[in-house]
């Protein structure tokens, strides 16, 4: 059998896991992720790890296909460009790793963790195999994964799946990008909680209100109220459903996947969320979904080793 | 040399060319679209005349690398699925044209013109060697032709590449599509033309309205009453400027082109049109255009020709 050595990056810590060709860990572990150390110091520490996550799963480096990193920012043939959340910046990731771990640098493998994330699901996940396929974030941001025909699209100085920041609404909020009313000002979860948070306060008497001023409020807030009936609830939520649709629509009439992963905390908040959003993109999509394929929402599967198994799946993806 | 057949379906007329490697037309001739005919009938008479082009470049059936055709309509696997232009429905053009010509299939292509126009311009065109560019043509509607990654990105069943149908401003006019505030609804000749009667309309004193009761409203009218300074013509342009650069931006966010060719006549408004969607492009894109590489605007560069030219290096592409 051969394995696989996905490693998910993140600001607060560093996970690794030794990943068969399923999906399935073999191993996972995680340090800390020491941002007051050079960048070169924590790959070598990350080097020292990985081989140790080997030794431990009772494997020899020969087993071992490949190493996949997934990283929160922008990478590009194998040399993260830019992380603002570790303050990296042109490190060559992949030639020290080969240096401290005596892997070919053929071997190893990095990405931008958005674009690591398709990969897992198409690799190992719920669109294994599909060759169009997109996967949507909805977190602090909205991050976007792009395969088409097959190929992991990143565009030019791999700058591009940036989905988003594409404006939907030209007099929406502000983006963190510069322009106003992108995708991210609508759908992500941050977005979702300013909307909650400006509907309390102009409906303070309002069930979701009260339900915020017992729990606080989180993406999740708006729909408990929601399912109480609460009419400022079911408001916003018409909204996030049709600006989260617009988005998702526009993406598809673009690059008309077979299916639209999301992910996110958001994204679990169950089959209904699915299924409304399915039933709106159904309708919108560019020539409908009878006579032209439909585009099939799912929710992300990897769970909470998404980014170790997305990792792993960049070195299947990339030694195909 | 290899000569390359490109053959340009149009609904009033089918132009043949026999093209050498570098674009450039040994032979180019046209005849009608009988629509009235079955289209069977029609490719049949199509697969002759290739034959007579041969004949009349002096040149023999193994000089020709193959037949490419362009095609206004939904094109998969070589079956023209659906063509409103043409009346035609699941034809299969390739398996004609073979069986009409003696070519074998594997040496005939055909794709949507759109398609079709970005490889014309990648193949012999302004982004020759450009591994990620977008066209987007400005006619009628608005039509967009991506190559991402070296490969031409057509989605699941060919029915991707419309990047006239995502929504820019979902308070704007009602699409073909069925959505509100398409691109194609800002962005066309069309949605140029609407705009200029709509400010004439009110308006009725201003240069504008003036210039097109002596010589009728065209895409250029608005920009001949620019020039001369007229206020209102100077709002329309302003807002045609910034509604074409966010759906630009938008298509770059996603993709990361290294080129965006714009086509249709309002392309051929000068350099100053390209300029100015230039400025704002490198503003707004995502992360700038000074660390991450540019998104550089062009305009078309191949002129009556580019469907031809176009088809033909769909078998450029397809044999590469």
């Not at 990296?88 to 990731?93: H, K």
């Not at 674009?115 to 974030?137: P, R, S």
């Not at 594409?166 to 609508?186: H, L």
């Not at 459903?241 to 008309?256: E, H």
Request: with cysteine; net charge neutral.
């Amino acid at each position: 059998m051969r394995y696989y050595i996905g490693v998910d990056i993140g600001g607060m810590s560093i996970k690794v896991g030794v990943v068969e060709q399923s999906g399935k860990l073999a191993i996972k572990n995680t340090f800390e992720t020491r941002i007051d150390q050079t960048a070169e110091s924590v790959v070598r520490q990350l080097g020292d790890f990985i081989l140790e996550q080997i030794n431990l799963a009772g494997l020899s480096i020969s087993e071992i296909a490949g190493i996949g990193v997934g990283i929160p920012g922008t990478v590009h043939e194998n040399i993260v460009r830019y992380s603002n959340n570790l303050h990296w910046s042109m490190v060559p990731i992949v030639d020290i790793l080969a240096s401290q771990t005596g892997f070919p640098k053929e071997k190893i493998f990095a990405e931008n963790d958005a674009n690591v994330a398709i990969l897992g699901e198409k690799y190992c996940g719920v669109c294994k195999d599909v060759e169009h396929c997109v996967m949507i974030t909805l977190g602090t941001g909205v991050g976007t994964g792009i395969v088409s025909h097959g190929t992991l699209i990143t565009g030019n100085g791999s700058c591009g799946a940036e989905g988003g920041h594409t404006v939907i609404d030209p007099k929406g909020a502000r983006c963190t990008c510069g322009r106003r009313g992108c995708f991210e000002t609508f759908a992500s979860a941050t977005a979702l909680m300013r909307m909650t948070n400006d509907a309390i306060t102009k409906n303070p008497d309002s069930d979701l209100a009260t339900l915020a001023k017992e729990k606080g409020v989180t993406g999740k807030t708006v729909f408990d109220a929601y399912k109480t009936g609460d009419k400022t609830a079911r408001r916003i939520v018409k909204k996030y459903f049709s600006y989260i649709t617009l988005g998702i629509v526009n993406i598809a009439n673009l690059l008309r996947p077979e299916m639209v992963v999301l992910g996110g905390g958001v994204a679990n908040e169950g089959e209904w969320f699915i299924k409304t959003i399915q039933k709106q993109v159904d309708k919108d999509v560019y020539g409908g979904s009878t006579v032209n394929p439909p585009v099939v929402i799912k929710k992300a599967s990897l769970g909470n080793d998404a980014g170790i198994i997305g990792a792993a799946s960049l070195v299947m993806y990339s030694l195909k």
